[in-house]
């Protein structure tokens, strides 16, 4: 059985904010761009593997999402990160949290 994490982004920069996390050194990541009501698009990306430490991973996934926040300024921007170990929203997240969900893809 394949573990994988998968990473839900909502908002009008959800396509832009993906391509930006596939671009973190480390991640392996595919993904789904989905049209929903009123034009807003929703990104389901599936992290399959990490290469190097989880910690450093979460602290490079955290400042993606705070990069991210702070450029979109008015827009509406939701990520949440979901594995079999886990679910969080990314808003309040701790880089603790970020690993704990990450875990999954160590075993």
Same mark, same amino acid.
């Given at each position: 059985? $394949? @573990?994988? +994490?998968?990473?839900?982004?909502?908002? %009008?920069?959800?396509?832009?904010? +993906?391509?930006?996390?596939?671009?973190?050194? #480390?991640?392996? =990541?595919?993904?789904?761009?989905? @049209?929903?009501? %009123? &034009? @807003? !698009?929703?990104? $389901?990306?599936? !992290? =399959? #593997? $990490?290469?190097? #430490?989880? +910690?450093?991973?979460? %602290?490079? $996934? *955290?400042?993606?999402?705070?990069?991210?926040?702070?450029?979109?300024? &008015?827009?509406?921007? /939701?990520?949440?990160?979901?594995?079999? @170990? #886990? *679910?969080? +929203?990314?808003? /309040?997240?701790?880089?603790? %949290? !970020?690993?704990?969900?990450?875990?999954?893809?160590?075993?």
């Amino acid at each position: 059985m $394949i @573990t994988a +994490v998968q990473v839900a982004i909502a908002g %009008e920069a959800a396509e832009p904010a +993906v391509s930006e996390l596939m671009a973190i050194p #480390g991640l392996s =990541v595919s993904y789904e761009a989905q @049209t929903q009501k %009123e &034009g @807003t !698009i929703a990104v $389901i990306a599936t !992290i =399959v #593997g $990490i290469a190097g #430490g989880t +910690v450093a991973l979460a %602290e490079q $996934i *955290r400042k993606w999402y705070q990069e991210w926040k702070q450029s979109q300024s &008015g827009q509406t921007f /939701d990520v949440v990160i979901q594995s079999p @170990t #886990g *679910r969080i +929203v990314l808003e /309040d997240a701790t880089i603790e %949290e !970020i690993c704990q969900v990450l875990k999954a893809l160590e075993q």
